[in-house]
C-alpha cells in the first residue's frame, strides 16, 4: 500500500510528541512523515527555558529529540521554515521563505503560541517589532537575547506576575541586575493561587531580593530608541534598562486564518483534534480550541497528541478528548506549589478545608463539593499532592476524615506507600506515565532510573516527579535477586560489614576517620560516611582515639542541638529531673542574662534553653556552671527518674539514687544511635522505664528488673524483660554490658529496639546474663574504658578545639 | 564590579570544615577540604537555610546540616535535587591568606 504523506507545521514540544505517539501506534508504516519548524533549532523542552535562564541548565541540556532521532525515524525535518500557506483543495504547504511547496494527504497544525504583547504606547517600533530593550520569553533565542542584555543591565523589570514572569524574574536576579516585577491584578499568579496564597508567595519571593509591584498597569514604555523606563496609569515611573514580557500568550493561529479555518481564540477542533472545517487537518497544543477552552500547559497538551495518534493511524477510530481537569505541580523560585481546579468556591454548599503558616511559607487549600475536591492549593508542602491530584483528576470520594487530606498523620512509611499506590496511579503528570507503566519497564529488563526515565519518558517533562521515578524503579527492582550488597556495608563507602570493618580497623590501628579514608579507600573521602565512622573508632578506641572535628556532624563540634534556623539548645546535665534550688536559680538567670529566647523542659525530664547562637554557647556553658547533658549526640542521653522511695507512698525502690549513679556512670558515652534511659520505682512506671532503651523497674522484694529495646518515639514498642536483679550495682552492670553489645554491634542509626527485636531478646538475654559467648569480661571493661575517658566537652569553653570552634559570623579581615 | 578581598588566613578555617563570613554585606561560606583546597560558596542553603559552614564536608562535597542536601564545592551545583549555590572564586596568597573574589 502506497504510504500516505502526513505534515507537520510546528516542531515543539507538541508536534514532536504528536510524531512520537504516532510512531509508537506502528505510524511509521503508513506514513512518510514531514515537519517544519520555525526555530532554526531542533526540538526543546520550554518548561525548561527559565532554567536556562537563570543559568541552571546549558541550551543544550533542554533538547528532547536530537537531530539523530528524526533520521532514524525516517521524519524529514525543515527547520528555520516557517509556513505561510495551506492551500486546502491542492492539499499543499508552501514555506514563506524559499516558496517551497509540499504535499499532504493529512495534517498536523502544532504552532504553539508566542508572548502575547500588550498595547502599551512605546513597545513597540513602528515596524512591530519591540523596541530594542524588552523582549518576548518564549524562545532560546529570547534567552538569549535577554542574558545577553542582562549583564549590561543595573534594573530589569518584568511585566506579568505568573508563573512565566515569576521565573524570568528569578532568572534575571542570577545575573545580578536588580529586579522588579510589575502585575497588573491584585496578587501573585492569579490563574493558581488565590489572594491569601498570592500574598505569601509574595513575601517570599520579596525575601530574594525581588520587588513586587501590584495592580500596577503599565501605560508606556519610555525611551526614544531603547528601553530606558516604564510609566504607569497611576503617575508614577520606573527607571529600567531591561524589559521582559510575560503577559500571557497569544496562539499562533494566523495560519489558520488564512487557510479558512474556524478561528476563535485558537482553531477550533472537534473531539478528534481534528478542525471542524476539514477532515484532513488536525491540530494540537497551544493553537487549538476545544470545546471553548485553550490549553497552556503541557499535560492536556500529551492528551490531545494520543487523541491525533489513535484516530489517525486508525488504532482507536473513536479516541476522543474530552478536555482536561488542570492540575499542574510546579516550582516557582524554590517554592514546590501544586494546583488544581478552582482557586475559590463558587457555591453556597462548597466546602473549604484550609491552613496557613505564613511565615514558613507554607499554605494549604482544598475546595471540596458534594465530598469530591474541586480545587485545591498547595504551597511550601506539597507532600499531598500526589494523592489530591489523583483524586481531583478522577473525581474520587475523599475520606471523611479531612485533616488527613492536608496532612500525613501517623507515619505510613515510604514503603507502604508505594504498595498501596494503585498500578494505574500517574506517577508523570508531563507525560502520563502509570506506575504500572513503570513495572512493565523495570519487568522487561531497564534496572535503573535513568533508562527507566529515557524508555518511559516518565520525569522528562518538568521533572518534578523523578525522585519518585527513582523510588518506584528500587521497588520494583526490589525483591529481584541481584541484591545490592552495599546495604549491608557500615557505611556506603567502604564495602565491609560492620563486623569486617572493625577486624580491619583493630588489625591496622586505625584511629582516625582520615586513616580510615586513606587506608580503605584510597583517600576518597564520603562526607555522610563520615559520622558513622567517627562514632565507631570512639566505641573501639575509647581514649586511643584521634578525634577530627570534621568527621562529626556539627552538633558534635560545638556540643548543642542545632535547630532549623541555625542557633543551638543548651540543656545541662540534670539526673533523674533533679537538680539543687541553686543550680535552678542559676539557670534562670543565665537565661535570662543572654537572652535566650525560650526556655523549655525537654521530655527527659531536663531543662532546655533553645535558640543559643554558636556564638555565645561557651559563656552560657561557663555562667551555668554544671556538665553537659548531651542533648545533641548519638550518646548516652539521659535516665528519667520518678520521685522513688523517698517521698512517694507507693515507692518500692530508690529509683532517683539509681538514675544519679546510671547518669553519672555512663554520661556521654557514643552509641550507634540515642540511648535514652529510666528508672521506675514502681510498677506503676510514672517515668516511663517499660518504653526506654534501658529501664530499670522496682518490684516488690527490693528487686529490680531491667527492661531492654523499648521506644515510645516514631516508633513504639515495649522493652523486653531481660533479667531480674537484686541491687543497683547489678543494674549498672547488665545496663553497661548490654550498652556495650549495643555500640559494637549495631548499624549506625540503629536504635536498641531495631536491634533488641532484630536478634530477639532470647538471644540478648544468653549473651548479657548467660554470658553463652564467653565476652561478658571483655564488654565489661571496654565500658569502663569509654566510661574513664569521657570528658565533659563543655569545658572546650575554656579551651578551643579548633580555630573559630564557636564562631557564627566571621567579618573578613580586610572589610 | 569584580573585587578581590583578603578574607582571613588559611589556618583560620581547620582541616575539613567551613566557616560562615561577612564579606563586604556578602554573607558567605568558606570551606578547606583535607587536601588543603579552598572554595566558597553562598552561606545558607536555598532549601531552608540551613549554615552550610556547618555542613559535612567530603571529598568535594558538602552536606547541608539542617536536612542533608548535597553540593559541589568547586560549582554549587546540587547534588540530587535542584536547588544550587553560588560560588565564588578562591585563591590563597603567597603568605596562605584566602583571598575571595566578589562580584
Redesign the interface.
Known amino acids: 500500500m502506497k504510504r500516505q504523506q502526513l505534515v507537520v507545521i510546528g516542531n515543539g514540544m507538541a508536534g514532536a510528541r504528536a510524531v512520537e505517539e504516532v510512531l509508537a501506534r506502528g505510524g511509521g508504516e503508513q506514513f512518510d512523515i514531514t515537519m517544519f519548524g520555525e526555530e532554526p533549532y531542533g526540538n526543546y523542552n520550554r518548561i525548561l527555558l527559565s532554567n536556562v535562564l537563570s543559568g541552571?541548565q546549558d541550551p543544550q541540556d533542554i533538547y528532547l529529540n536530537p537531530l539523530a532521532w528524526y533520521k532514524e525515524n525516517g521524519i524529514r525535518l525543515h527547520t528555520d521554515a516557517r509556513i505561510d500557506k495551506v492551500s486546502r483543495p491542492g492539499k499543499r504547504v508552501r514555506v514563506a521563505k524559499t516558496g517551497e511547496i509540499t504535499p499532504y494527504d493529512k495534517l498536523l497544525i502544532a504552532t504553539g503560541s508566542r508572548s502575547f504583547i500588550p498595547p502599551i504606547a512605546g513597545l513597540t517600533l513602528p515596524d512591530g517589532s519591540l523596541k530594542p530593550g524588552a523582549y518576548g520569553f518564549r524562545t532560546i533565542d529570547d534567552c538569549h537575547n535577554i542574558i545577553g542584555q542582562a549583564r549590561r543591565s543595573r534594573r530589569a523589570v518584568v511585566i506579568g506576575g505568573g508563573l512565566l514572569g515569576l521565573e524570568a524574574a528569578r532568572g534575571l536576579v542570577n545575573h545580578?541586575c536588580e529586579v522588579h516585577v510589575v502585575h497588573l491584578a491584585a496578587h501573585l499568579m492569579e490563574q493558581q493561587l488565590d489572594s491569601p496564597g498570592g500574598a505569601i508567595l509574595k513575601t517570599v519571593i520579596e525575601k530574594m531580593g525581588i520587588q513586587i509591584h501590584l495592580q500596577k498597569s503599565t501605560t508606556a514604555v519610555l525611551g526614544d530608541d531603547r528601553v530606558t523606563g516604564l510609566a504607569f496609569k497611576d503617575g508614577t515611573t520606573l527607571d529600567c534598562d531591561l524589559l521582559v514580557i510575560s503577559a500571557g500568550i497569544k496562539p499562533n493561529a494566523e495560519l489558520g486564518v488564512r487557510s479558512g479555518l474556524t478561528v476563535e481564540r485558537a482553531i477550533v477542533v472537534d473531539d478528534h483534534m481534528r478542525s471542524v472545517d476539514d477532515m484532513s487537518i488536525y491540530v494540537v497544543g497551544e493553537c487549538a480550541q476545544h470545546r471553548g477552552r485553550v490549553y497552556g500547559l503541557v499535560a492536556p497538551l500529551w492528551e490531545q497528541a494520543k487523541v491525533f495518534a489513535d484516530h489517525l493511524t486508525g488504532r482507536k477510530p473513536d479516541a476522543a478528548y474530552h478536555g482536561s481537569k488542570l492540575a499542574t505541580k510546579l516550582?516557582v523560585m524554590?517554592v514546590e506549589l501544586a494546583s488544581m481546579g478552582l482557586t475559590e468556591p463558587k457555591e453556597e454548599r462548597d466546602e473549604i478545608i484550609q491552613f496557613t503558616e505564613p511565615r514558613r511559607g507554607t499554605y494549604k487549600k482544598l475546595i471540596v463539593r458534594d465530598g469530591r475536591l474541586i480545587g485545591g492549593i498547595l504551597m511550601g508542602d506539597i507532600s499531598k499532592a500526589a494523592y489530591l491530584m489523583q483524586a481531583f483528576d478522577r473525581d474520587s470520594p475523599l475520606p471523611d476524615e479531612r485533616l488527613s487530606l492536608l496532612f500525613d498523620l501517623g507515619t505510613p512509611s515510604q514503603k507502604v506507600t508505594l504498595d498501596e499506590m494503585p498500578a494505574a496511579s500517574q506517577i508523570c503528570n508531563c507525560n502520563g506515565v502509570s506506575k504500572a507503566a513503570i513495572g512493565a519497564c523495570v519487568a522487561a529488563g531497564q534496572r535503573t532510573a535513568k533508562s527507566v526515565m529515557e524508555k518511559t519518558r516518565a520525569g522528562m517533562g518538568c521533572?518534578s516527579c523523578k525522585s519518585l521515578v527513582a523510588e518506584l524503579v528500587a521497588w520494583f527492582c526490589g525483591g529481584a535477586v541481584d541484591e545490592d550488597p552495599s546495604i549491608h556495608y557500615y557505611v556506603p563507602g567502604i564495602p565491609l560489614t560492620k563486623p569486617e570493618l572493625i577486624k580491619v580497623i583493630r588489625e591496622r590501628q586505625l584511629k582516625s576517620v582520615?586513616s580510615v579514608f586513606e587506608a580503605l579507600c584510597d583517600?576518597?573521602?564520603?562526607?555522610?560516611?563520615?559520622?558513622a565512622l567517627a562514632s565507631l573508632l570512639i566505641i573501639l578506641w575509647s581514649g586511643d582515639y584521634e578525634d577530627?572535628?570534621?568527621?562529626r556532624?556539627?552538633n558534635d563540634?560545638v556540643h548543642g542541638n542545632?535547630q532549623?534556623?541555625?542557633t543551638f539548645s543548651v540543656i545541662p546535665e540534670m539526673p533523674g529531673g533533679v537538680c539543687t534550688p541553686a543550680q535552678l536559680i542559676r539557670i534562670g538567670e543565665v537565661a535570662a542574662k543572654h537572652k535566650v529566647p525560650l526556655v523549655k523542659l525537654t521530655g527527659g525530664q531536663r531543662i532546655d534553653l533553645v535558640g543559643v547562637p554558636k556564638d555565645q554557647l561557651p559563656a552560657i556553658w561557663r555562667d551555668i556552671g554544671m556538665p553537659a547533658g548531651y542533648a545533641w549526640a548519638k550518646s548516652y542521653r539521659t535516665c528519667k527518674s520518678c520521685i522513688g522511695s523517698d517521698y512517694c507512698r507507693f515507692g518500692l525502690g530508690d529509683s532517683m539514687a539509681l538514675a544519679g549513679k546510671i547518669e553519672k556512670r555512663f554520661r556521654g558515652i557514643d552509641s550507634p544511635g540515642k540511648l535514652k534511659l529510666a528508672t521506675a520505682g514502681c510498677p506503676r512506671n510514672c517515668s516511663e522505664a517499660l518504653v526506654k532503651d534501658v529501664g530499670a523497674v522496682a518490684v516488690e522484694g527490693g528487686k529490680w528488673e531491667i527492661y531492654v529495646g523499648g521506644a515510645a518515639g516514631s516508633h513504639v514498642r515495649k522493652g523486653d524483660l531481660l533479667c531480674t536483679v537484686d541491687t543497683h550495682d547489678e543494674v549498672l552492670l547488665y545496663a553497661g554490658r548490654f550498652m556495650q553489645w549495643y555500640r559494637e554491634n549495631a548499624k549506625y542509626k540503629e536504635r536498641t529496639y531495631t536491634f533488641v527485636q532484630r536478634l530477639g531478646i532470647e538471644r540478648v538475654r544468653a549473651v548479657i546474663v548467660e554470658d553463652s559467648d564467653g565476652i561478658a569480661a571483655a564488654l565489661d571493661q571496654a565500658m569502663q574504658e569509654s566510661v574513664d575517658a569521657t570528658k565533659d566537652p563543655w569545658l572546650e569553653a575554656h579551651a578551643l578545639k579548633?580555630?573559630?570552634q564557636f564562631?557564627?559570623?566571621?567579618?573578613?579581615?580586610?572589610? | 564590579m569584580r573585587r578581590e578581598?583578603?578574607?582571613?588566613a588559611l589556618?583560620?578555617?581547620?582541616?575539613?570544615?567551613g566557616?560562615?563570613?561577612?564579606?563586604?554585606g556578602h554573607?558567605v561560606a568558606i570551606f578547606r577540604t583535607?587536601?588543603c583546597e579552598v572554595f566558597a560558596l553562598q552561606a545558607n542553603c536555598?532549601?531552608?537555610?540551613?549554615?552550610l559552614a556547618?555542613?559535612?564536608?567530603?571529598?568535594t562535597?558538602?552536606?547541608c546540616?539542617?536536612h542533608?542536601r548535597?553540593f559541589d564545592l568547586r560549582t554549587g551545583t546540587g547534588l540530587g535535587h535542584?536547588?544550587?549555590l553560588k560560588s565564588y572564586g578562591v585563591r590563597l596568597s603567597p603568605t596562605n591568606?584566602i583571598v575571595?573574589a566578589i562580584?
Open positions: 541552571l545580578g516550582k524554590g521533572g582520615s583517600g576518597r573521602e564520603d562526607a555522610a560516611s563520615k559520622p577530627e572535628r570534621d568527621a556532624f556539627i563540634r542545632i532549623k534556623d541555625g579548633t580555630p573559630n564562631a557564627a559570623l566571621i567579618r573578613a579581615a580586610g572589610e | 578581598h583578603a578574607v582571613c589556618a583560620q578555617i581547620p582541616p575539613g570544615e566557616r560562615s563570613f561577612d564579606i563586604g554573607k583535607r587536601s536555598p532549601h531552608r537555610g540551613g549554615p556547618d555542613g559535612l564536608v567530603g571529598g562535597t558538602v552536606v546540616p539542617l542533608e548535597a535542584e536547588d544550587s591568606t575571595i562580584d
